[in-house]
């Protein structure tokens, strides 16, 4: 059966509303390390010996840094996963120029309302790279987008049984 693993962003923690939203959804196959305070590189190497532990298959659910750290991994470990989901993905950030072996299930969910994240570089990056990008009325938290989280994810987990 395959795992669900989020991370978290750099302002948020492993059990915020995504984490419990994925939990509620999928009992028992959400798991979320804890890289709070841990700078980039940190949280590399934290999620390194976390994700060596795993013996399933494994979808990474990355918001914001942790969509940046998801990419990152799948460079590091191109085969280790069935898919990303990028949640207003930090790929703007040089770390993220990175054109790693993407899962075949990888997809991008943004706000067009958030701040944080420079919409430009979230379609660039896409287009390069051949990922759906799919854009909700919303901020960088997506706190209202939970329902089109859940669908995306439901997908994903369908195309890799």
């Given at each position: 059966?395959?795992?669900?693993?989020?991370?978290?962003?750099?302002?948020?923690?492993?059990?915020?509303?995504?984490?419990?939203?994925?939990?509620a959804?999928?009992?028992?196959?959400?798991?979320?390390?804890?890289f709070?305070?841990?700078?980039?590189?940190?949280?590399?190497?934290?999620?390194?010996?976390?994700?060596?532990?795993?013996?399933?298959?494994?979808?990474?659910?990355?918001?914001?840094?942790?969509?940046?750290?998801?990419?990152?991994?799948?460079?590091?470990?191109?085969?280790?996963?069935?898919?990303?989901?990028?949640?207003?993905?930090?790929?703007?950030?040089?770390?993220?120029?990175?054109?790693?072996q993407?899962?075949?299930?990888?997809?991008?969910?943004?706000?067009?309302?958030?701040?944080?994240?420079?919409?430009?570089?979230?379609?660039?990056?896409?287009?390069?790279?051949?990922?759906?990008?799919?854009?909700?009325?919303?901020?960088?938290?997506?706190?209202?987008?939970?329902?089109?989280?859940?669908?995306?994810?439901?997908?994903?987990?369908?195309?890799?049984?």
């Open positions: 059966m395959t795992h669900l693993v989020f991370l978290h962003g750099q302002e948020s923690g492993p059990f915020g509303s995504k984490y419990q939203t994925l939990a959804a999928y009992p028992e196959r959400v798991l979320s390390p804890d709070s305070g841990q700078e980039l590189s940190l949280r590399l190497e934290t999620a390194k010996a976390f994700l060596s532990e795993q013996t399933e298959p494994l979808i990474l659910v990355g918001s914001s840094l942790g969509g940046l750290l998801a990419v990152m991994l799948a460079a590091a470990m191109p085969e280790r996963f069935d898919g990303l989901l990028l949640l207003a993905p930090a790929l703007h950030l040089p770390e993220g120029q990175l054109f790693p993407l899962p075949k299930q990888t997809v991008v969910l943004a706000g067009l309302q958030d701040t944080i994240i420079p919409a430009e570089a979230l379609k660039v990056w896409c287009e390069a790279r051949q990922v759906p990008l799919f854009w909700v009325e919303d901020d960088h938290r997506l706190g209202d987008s939970h329902d089109k989280i859940l669908a995306l994810l439901a997908e994903m987990l369908e195309a890799v049984v």
